[in-house]
């Protein structure tokens, strides 16, 4: 009996990051990607930001495999703490970079040993995963090694991408498949889920290597040292950043500890070709002359402790700016650290550096494919029904219409959101539910339980402070029998007016007392309900501020 | 005996925003502009940034008169706060339009009465103004009647440019006066201080007439309704945007406290038309068909409580989007805040919404000279000494560099910094000094003296919360006399897990308090002190969090 294929994004619909979709045919499972995301400044205090794992985690028994499409962490970043939730013995699929990527992580979190890896071969034909024939099909983007995802069903294949774009002329040689995508197009694809980050913007993006050449420009004209940071991930970027410097007879320092681990891992793997004698550590640097020199390294998002901020800050031992240098900011910022990166970039030209950045100079060529490039897809695989993914609404949408336009029929478009359940079957694709599929935060060590009561404290105290009272009564009467205590933080500082506030607010607390005790009020909380309301109104009136009031009334 | 002219930029050098710079001659002081910043994300809790006022406020008796160039927050809006805190009986000058707009702030404050205002005519020749010959020349600028300082000093004349863009078709009719600029350069100019916000964008910056024609296709080929959000001081803007409404015979909404406000003052100065019948009350809106309105809005930084925002969050009583509507986003996010816009842009794409921004679609023009137009006024005033005023850092640099490159020589480009001390006499510009020259931040009701500390404890709770807790002993003994108290905020909330953390937490402070007891600690200090220690380990041991610890000891 014919069987519906089902889909359910889990995250990276209507956001960027955190990447996952489930597929599941006759009872079992299998997820594609597993990314996290950076939180966004109002989720203060949180670490990272994961999808929700639920779904996943009650249907863990039928999950046969994990099929990880690229190294970056919005693709495998949640993978340690999903199968730490869920337990599971599903396997992990990758190409070999990719699992070297993940590796490394699954150590630190001591899930390497447990965890059956499965190396990608990407020109290998059909595999069993799961309950389906898969298919992987070479792509290329911002890290080595990526794969689009083809699952073979009854219904006919899906197709999906993971983030691509499409380079005539990647560093590697290793272009998107487009004459294997053009096969299945021929053959018939049900389905084709595709990577929307860049649907807005027109044209088609500029092949990886003419970034190469203009940074080739850069090194030879540069008078002294040449500082060029990057993603830690991008290590075609920091190959050709390397071979710049070798060109120009410079010898290479990387600093930064994700960028080292990084190109280690790439160069035992043979995805970096560095001569050995080309590096140098750090702090051999000034055994060169500047103009020989060339460092590499992390902060291309102003991270407050990376190496690149560490310099423009002027707090890094082995690296201070001089009038001589010229830094090369080789990346895009990410929305929400416009600002930071900004900052970064100011201080290096207050030091004296020359600073070029993707604003006034090219130096940089996204990952992802623009709407052109989108296009070409879209007719290559020819597919009867679309869904985009990976992306906030507004690309899913640019994306949608660019679908529309490359003749999918409007009523085959679907702009699904995270947790929305899909069915494929011989009449195409459609909406049969929802589950949920909301975040996971991790905070410390807690993953997932951190709720919105702990998130609008955190910014409660962080607007306003907080104010401590503490009244010792006795038990019986309610008559006070120790000074009471107030304690303020973050919002006045235990200056002469601070004092004068506190002295103010322990009048107002010996006051409610007194009231109370007049009004036989004994009840602890009342007496508290009655503190915290004087003095929230004491303060607001005073300074204009709303701190936390917390009262505590000891009973002795 | 010739005496030099001093300048003291105090705010708007290596920032953007709260531009604020003092010039003295023989003993007397004025000032350009007093503006405002908004707070980054890192100041948390903080409403407003303004300049530091320490120098001022020490030479308040020789202040004469703050001269404001134009009518945007960056340069008027730290002027309540400057008269109420030095007490001046300054004047206060600035044209009609800017007038209007301090008026209704100095009346929220409560200074309106107290306040000389004086009237600049920009075309009316040379006024005293404290110790200065002054002259006004207009400028074109994304607000109406801004201007342009001359001081005319026996060193030559001094010109301040304020904010200013080079359009030879602005709205008014009023250009930039270069043909007075070229006079004035004609007879000497010995200093130009220059608006740098847009030092580092290539070419020109386009007429805000080109904006017009672009508004009227978009309003002309929309379906349904109209929505436009864009900066409330805009007063050419949101007049094109009513002029292409009127064109297109639809009737016109404006909705948003800020945006009504600063139309009416412009109407009743006469700086903006509008006739009567074309308005209507957000609330009439439903008696109209939906392509014969337009609405007008504040929102454009997608500020929380702001019309726009409340539009896409689908909580505004008067507009609800549906898929017929057009949204028009005519107006670039200031640094800082573009994940709020784009949090507003994809909640709109969401609801249906056609939306159109400076990303995509031809709907906005920036005030600000861009580097062509900055080397044409380099050209026109040929200043012997130059200062790059309004910008950060690296905008400041690349204005200096076109300075350099249009003929003004290395030595007489000065970047210098908010608090640099300057001189100018005959024999040109040099640094003599540096004041303190920081900021003074708004925190409530308390201004300018939130220190560092308070600072730090709010990203200290922000990120981690807050543990209290209350251990109540007796004063000779150390024996304690009732159950410690705990309470934990924004870092666990009450839950199971939670409670279990807070006995641990209790138990541990009966052990302590058990362990001073034998030791004989009695001193409520050291007694605090090790509660903190135990607690911080244990809490940072279950949690990985670090909440601020603050143990309070009764002694009774």
Chains 1, 2 share one sequence.
Not at 521 to 526: F, P, Q, S, Y
Not at 539 to 552: A, D, F, Q, W
């Amino acid at each position: 009996m014919s069987e519906p294929v089902r889909i359910i994004p889990l995250g990276g619909l209507g956001e960027v990051g955190k990447n996952m979709t489930a597929f599941e045919h006759r009872g079992r499972m299998i997820l594609i990607d597993a990314g996290l995301s950076f939180p966004r400044s109002e989720l203060l205090g949180i670490d990272l930001v994961l999808p929700d794992f639920s779904y996943v985690a009650e249907h863990a028994d039928v999950l046969d495999a994990v099929i990880l499409t690229h190294g970056h962490e919005d693709h495998i970043g949640a993978l340690p703490y999903l199968l730490r939730e869920i337990g599971t013995d599903a396997q992990v699929w990758g190409t070999r970079l990719t699992l070297g990527l993940v590796k490394s992580k699954l150590d630190e979190h001591g899930l390497l040993v447990d965890t059956e890896l499965v190396e990608i071969a990407p020109e290998g034909g059909r595999t069993r995963v799961g309950p389906f024939e898969a298919e992987f099909v070479r792509v290329t983007h911002s890290v080595p090694d990526a794969v689009a995802v083809v699952l073979h069903t009854e219904h006919g294949a899906i197709v999906h991408t993971g983030d691509f774009k499409l380079d005539e002329t990647p560093i590697d040689g290793r272009t998107t498949d487009l004459g294997r995508l053009g096969q299945l197009g021929d053959a018939g694809v049900a389905l084709l889920l595709a990577d929307s980050t860049n649907a807005e913007r027109p044209g088609r993006t500029p092949s990886e290597r003419t970034v190469g050449s203009a940074l080739r420009d850069i090194v030879r004209q540069a008078p002294g040292r040449v500082i060029v940071t990057s993603f830690a991930s991008h290590i075609h970027r920091i190959q050709q950043v390397i071979d710049a410097a070798a060109a120009c007879g410079r010898i290479v320092s990387v600093i930064g500890r994700s960028m080292n681990r990084n190109l280690n891992i790439a160069r035992n793997l043979g995805y970096a070709t560095v001569p050995d004698d080309l590096l140098v550590k750090p702090r051999r640097l000034e055994e060169f002359m500047p103009h020989e020199t060339l460092v590499i390294c992390t902060g291309s998002q102003g991270e407050p402790r990376s190496a690149l901020t560490r310099i423009a800050f002027g707090d890094h031992p082995a690296v201070q700016i001089n009038s001589m240098d010229t830094v090369v900011v080789s990346a895009r910022a990410i929305p929400g650290n416009e600002v930071k990166v900004h900052e970064t970039v100011n201080r290096l030209c207050r030091l004296g550096a020359t600073v070029l950045t993707e604003d006034t100079t090219y130096v940089n060529a996204s990952g992802h494919a623009a709407a052109e490039d989108l296009s070409r897809m879209l007719e290559t695989v020819r597919p009867r029904a679309f869904m985009p993914i990976h992306g906030e609404f507004r690309m899913l949408q640019a994306h949608a219409r660019i679908a529309e336009q490359a003749g999918v029929p409007a009523h085959a478009v679907r702009i699904a959101e995270n947790g929305t359940v899909l069915e494929l079957d011989g009449d195409g694709l459609s909406v049969v539910g929802q589950v949920e599929a909301g975040t996971t935060l991790v905070d410390g060590m807690n993953v997932g339980s951190v709720r919105d009561v702990v998130l609008r404290d955190r910014r409660h105290l962080a607007s306003d402070g907080v104010l401590i009272v503490v009244a010792t009564i006795a038990a019986d009467s309610a008559e006070p029998i120790a000074e009471p205590e107030v304690i303020a933080r973050g919002f006045i500082e235990p200056s002469d007016d601070g004092n004068e506030l506190l002295e103010q607010a322990r009048e107002a607390v010996e006051r409610v007392l007194a009231e109370c005790q007049a009004h036989r009020t004994t009840e602890v909380h009342l007496v508290q309900q009655e503190l915290h309301d004087a003095l929230a109104e004491l303060v607001s009136h005073v300074t204009g501020k709303r701190p936390m009031v917390l009262p505590v009334v000891v009973e002795v």
